[in-house]
């Protein structure tokens, strides 16, 4: 019965890990699509679409078609002068430098959206960014820069009143 029931487990697990696959691949394909079908002269929205393909071939660990997407967007961003989107892809290929093992890289695109926010004083995107760097950086066992982080992050959450993202970077400070 103990054996059965294991089997029952293992099956379940490797099925919903074939249909998660299936399904971001489906996504995949949709948003090649639509990069292709976006006109010329859509560039923002084809900012944000590679963005999204990136993002998608990142969350099936294919890293070199997600660097890529990342890197397409990026060009795209800077040639339409856009630094949000710019911020935005520079976060996003952070996260895709983590996963890669890349701390330098990591800290360095997570540094270049941090001079966007701060340029535009875009509070709420910076404070948002420093969170994730604090929690990032806890992860990664990096504690000491985590709480500089978290302490930033929190500073700015008091100022612009948001008392419960403030709340909950409390909650990972402590």
Known sequence: MMVRSFLVIISLFFFSEMYAQKTAY?????????????????????VLALNDLATAYMHTSNFVQA??????????????????????????MAVLSLNQSNNAKMKEYHQKALAIYEKRNDKIRKA???????????????????????????????????????????????
Do not use: C, W
Not at 70 to 87: G, P, W
Not at 146 to 173: C, D, G, K, Q, S
């Open 128 to 174: 948002d960014l420093l969170k994730l760097m604090a929690d990032i950086m806890l992860t990664n066992g990096d504690t000491m820069n985590a709480h500089r982080y978290y302490e930033e992050a929190i500073a700015v959450f008091r100022e612009t009143r948001n008392r419960l993202a403030e709340a909950m970077a409390y909650a990972n400070f402590s």
């Open 26 to 46: 489906e996504k995949i394909d949709s948003l090649i699509k639509a990069v292709t079908d976006l006109p010329d002269t859509a560039k923002r929205q084809k």
């Open 67 to 92: 660097a890529r997407f990342y890197t397409e967007s990026l060009d795209l961003a800077t040639q339409v002068k856009d630094e949000l989107l710019m911020a935005l892809v520079y976060r996003n």
